[in-house]
Nanobody, 119 residues
Framework: QVQLVESGGGLVQPGGSLRLSCAASGSIFSIYAMGWYRQAPGKQRELVATIDSGGSTDCAESVKGRFTISRDYAKKTVYLQMNSLNAEDTAVYYC?????????????WGQGTQVTVSS
């Protein structure tokens, strides 16, 4: 069974920074994609940033220049460094990984971590 556990969320003042982490565990053969999504109250879940197995990254226009996605493949962990946070970044942040186990290939989600930007 595969599990994704997120950490690093919290309350931060506008202009501040946070670093989110998401670690996968279980019977994992390989991880072919990693990403972060977020969902603000009353809004649909949206893509924040992704990183593929080759290390190529992409991110939403709203976070370009402020957020950076990275990974430690050996630790099965993906990170999201968030700088210059503003109130519009307030949301529950979810990690997602495309993972191959011995019996299937599927997408897995973390439980979500709350990020609140407020003075």
């Amino acid at each position: 069974q595969v599990q994704l556990v997120e950490s690093g969320g919290g309350l931060v003042q506008p202009g501040g920074s946070l670093r989110l982490s998401c670690a996968a565990s279980g019977s994992i053969f390989s991880i072919y994609a990693m990403g972060w999504y977020r969902q603000a109250p009353g809004k649909q879940r949206e893509l924040v940033a992704t990183i593929d197995s080759g290390g190529s990254t992409d991110c939403a226009e709203s976070v370009k220049g402020r957020f950076t996605i990275s990974r430690d493949y050996a630790k099965k962990t993906v990170y999201l460094q968030m700088n210059s946070l503003n109130a519009e970044d307030t949301a529950v942040y979810y990690c997602k990984m495309g993972i191959s186990t011995w019996y299937k290939k599927d997408d897995y989600w973390g439980q979500g971590t709350q990020v609140t930007v407020s003075s």
